[in-house]
């Protein structure tokens, strides 16, 4: 069975870091592509960006609110993606789902076939 | 970046009715690149449909997909009152993503 879980979430106050992880099992965790979304309380779903598993160059993209301060990396040998978020802001407030490329033989994630349960992450001072 | 624009905002159906959903695109979008998901209240998203019109694993065939170019379109031919949910649809293009606003559907 194909499992995601998060965690790392928390409060974190304004211009602070975190960072979060997603530990995969039931699959090639290394086959597959992993996309991060989130979605601010009440609102709809946004994506924020995915990393390329090794076979296809392992480098990650980012949507334009978090780019230069969003970070995700991943260690196939653990099975966990990571989101590093860096200059916190509060409109970075949301619950963080990792989700799995829904296609190994793609290039990059054009659909996203299983989702964690999501964490929480809340930016205030 | 491609804008999904989702109508109606809500979809308030008895049960057994037909509810048609609506995904409009700023761009084309390559119909390989389009899927829909349904969240429940207080659940992760899970995909319904990809490639437009293929069901994923598991989905019942009262949901069905179909679209092209800057139209889609997500069908539940007879509503039931486990699909109170909200749909969204989502494309890729150019190692983006994005996600329509979505579109809650309701029963009477």
């Known amino acids: 069975e194909v499992q995601l879980v998060e965690s790392g979430g928390g409060l974190v106050q304004p211009g602070r870091s975190l960072k979060l992880s997603c530990i995969g099992s039931g699959f090639t965790f290394g086959d597959y592509a992993m996309t991060w979304v989130r979605q601010a309380p009440g609102k709809g779903l946004e994506w924020v960006g995915f990393i390329r598993s090794k076979n296809y160059g392992g480098a990650a993209e980012y949507a334009a609110s978090v780019k230069g301060r969003f970070t995700i990396s991943r260690d196939d040998s653990q099975t966990i993606a990571y989101l590093q978020m860096d200059s916190l802001q509060s409109e970075d407030t949301a619950v963080y789902y990792c989700t799995r490329g829904g296609d190994r033989n793609s290039w990059d994630p054009y659909f996203f076939d299983y989702w964690g349960q999501g964490t929480l992450v809340t930016v205030s001072s | ?108």
Request: charged residues 15%; contains cysteine.
């Open chain 2, 1 to 108: 970046e491609i804008v999904l624009t989702q109508s109606p905002g809500t979809l308030s159906l008895s049960p057994g009715e037909r509810a048609t959903l609506s995904c409009r695109a700023s761009q084309s979008v390559s119909i390989t690149y389009l899927a829909w998901y349904q969240q429940k209240p207080g659940q992760a998203p899970r995909l319904l449909i990809y490639g437009a019109s293929t069901r994923a694993t598991g989905i019942p065939d009262r949901f069905s997909g179909r679209g092209s170019g800057t139209d889609f379109t997500l069908t539940i031919s007879r509503l039931e009152p486990e699909d109170v949910a909200v749909y969204y649809c989502q494309q890729y293009g150019s190692s983006v993503s994005t996600f329509g606003q979505g579109t809650r559907v309701e029963i009477k």
